[in-house]
């Protein structure tokens, strides 16, 4: 131009910067697997002897009365790793290597297994605390559902490199298609996997807002200039 000045479209755009990688879109860790594996075998191992031997069940088993009155705790736990039959060992034991190798690689054995543990126990009590005095409650649907939450919930708290809408509806999705039940069954528990995935949610939040500084270290940014 006659007087020296640049044109307003050559002028130079303010950089800007564009997330490129978060923790969930590294490479997971699945050679450390070892935690994921001894929690299945104790589930083939107690719900095999339990199948030969029916007293492991009356042992073992959430107990409404046994808990809150006699004090039997260690049912919160052992229920977890009791299964009725063969199909209910499987369809519980597939969900937990799914979702617990994602978790226990993304964020280590504090979540999977030791709070996982602590999650399906508290869904148990709550749960148990709800069932007349009668019902019995075994299996690991509970840490499934708590496992599902927590995963979902920190999906949609760290990939921020996608919108919003975006990130409701892949979790939504995903959500419908590994937790929604495709009939009713009348010996499922689904308070309990109500109570697992509430509480899984809480603790995602929860783990979010304590590890921020951690999650966000992983965040990797490029920096752009428009035309």
Not at 57 to 70: C, D, M, V
Not at 161 to 182: C, N, T
């Amino acid at each position: 131009m006659k007087d020296g000045s640049i044109p307003p479209s050559l002028e130079p755009s303010e950089p800007r910067r564009v997330l490129r990688q978060t923790l969930l879109t590294r490479r997971p860790r699945f050679f450390d697997a070892q935690l994921v594996l001894l929690w299945l075998g104790l589930m083939i191992v107690s719900s095999w002897s339990a199948w030969s031997d029916a007293r492991l069940i009356e042992w073992g088993a959430t107990i409404g009365p046994r808990i809150l009155e006699s004090g039997e705790v260690w049912r919160l736990i052992t229920a977890q790793f009791l299964h009725s039959d063969l199909g209910h060992l499987l369809s519980n034991g597939y969900m937990i290597f799914i979702l617990g190798l994602f978790v226990h690689a993304y964020f280590g054995w504090q979540v999977f297994p030791l709070a996982a543990l602590g999650g399906g126990a508290l869904v148990n009590l709550l749960t148990i605390a709800s069932y007349p005095p009668e019902a019995r409650l075994l299996g690991a649907s509970g840490v499934v559902y708590w496992l599902a939450g927590f995963w979902l919930v920190l999906f949609l708290l760290i990939e921020r490199q996608r919108s919003w809408p975006r990130r409701l509806l892949r979790v939504a999705g995903v959500g419908l298609l590994i937790l929604f039940p495709s009939e009713f069954q009348p010996n499922v528990s689904y308070l309990a996997h109500s109570w697992g995935l509430i509480l899984g949610v809480l603790s995602g939040v929860i783990f979010f807002v304590l590890r921020f500084k951690w999650i966000r270290s992983f965040e990797v940014f490029d920096i752009e200039y428009g035309g």
